[in-house]
């Protein structure tokens, strides 16, 4: 049942810090979401942009890179198709709309485990962090594609990436899954205790259900 008589409220945050960087409003938090989704679009346009060039003129320059070669575009392949999948794909819709409409949309003051919430942002913030830490070690980003498939994914010989650059891509991605854990905890518990009196779980919206 919605437990509508419990009132769910955090003090007032003082300060620019716990505010807008460490803010406990589900608001905030859901277009913390949409920037980090904003910035991992960016990234994964620029990694998309230099393999059309790739394709384009092979034999290219590019300045900081030079002339990419075949494991290079793998790993910018790689990493494209990784960033954009988890990073914007799942974030913004999961982490940016979930967290901003799902309270509105039923009657609820905030999320029922703000800190959680919080936490969760700064989970997903640091695996992205993590992934783009494969492009600066030694042997550069992985090139085994973003589904990580055998045996390319099990071998390190298979490239120069598949050592401690494929160690920073799957660490990165149980961050990920474990920050998502946290947020799907805060959705679920926050739809089933924090509805408002007389929103049944048959009236919800269906943005809600999804």
């Known amino acids: 049942m919605a437990t509508s008589e419990v009132v769910h409220a955090h003090a007032a945050p ?6 807008y960087i460490f803010s406990l409003d ?77 309270p509105i949309q039923i009657g609820a003051p905030d999320m029922a485990f703000p800190v959680l919430n919080m936490l969760s942002f700064w989970t ?17 980003a992985p090139l085994h594609g973003w589904t990580g498939y055998p045996p390319l994914s099990a071998v390190q010989s298979t490239g120069p990436g598949e050592g401690l650059g494929a160690d920073l891509w799957i660490t990165s991605i149980a961050i990920f899954c474990a920050a998502s854990l946290m947020g799907a905890l805060n959705f679920i518990t926050t739809t089933l205790d924090l509805r408002a009196k007389g929103m049944t779980l048959m009236r919800m919206p269906l943005t809600v259900w999804s």
């Open 124 to 140: 997903t913030f640091v695996a992205f962090v993590v992934m783009l830490a494969a492009f600066f070690v030694t042997g550069g």
């Open 26 to 102: 589900h608001k905030v938090i859901g277009i913390q979401y949409f920037f980090l989704a904003l910035t991992a679009v960016w990234v994964g346009m620029i990694l998309s942009l230099l393999m059309r060039i790739h394709l384009i003129w092979p034999n290219a320059n590019i300045p900081l890179l030079g002339h990419i070669q075949p494991e290079t575009y793998l790993s910018l392949l790689t990493m494209h198709g990784t960033i954009m999948v988890f990073f914007v794909l799942t974030t913004a819709p999961q982490g940016g709309f979930g967290n901003y409409f799902l």
């Open 14 to 19: 003082q300060g620019f810090i716990r505010k």
